[in-house]
């Protein structure tokens, strides 16, 4: 008796999508001091390096990115 599902299977088999090869190498971008090259955290004051103190921005005050709440 013959497989009544051998079309479906065989189509199937022809057209799957085969994940992970779109890709060869992957990246994350960050902001980086550029004086110091140290990290950006977002809970950091976004005007001046926390480490180096290089100004980023030349204005007074403090920017701070707040996360969202879900």
Do not use: H, Q
Not at 17 to 37: D, M
Not at 41 to 47: D, V
């Amino acid at each position: 008796m013959a497989n009544p599902f051998k079309k479906t299977i065989n189509n199937a088999n022809k057209t799957k999508k085969v994940y992970g090869t779109e890709r060869e190498s992957s990246e994350t971008k960050t902001r980086k001091c550029e004086s110091c090259g140290a990290a950006r955290p977002t809970s950091t004051n976004l005007i001046v390096c926390d480490y180096c103190g290089f100004r980023f921005m030349d204005i007074e005050g403090e920017i701070t990115v707040e996360k969202k709440k879900s």
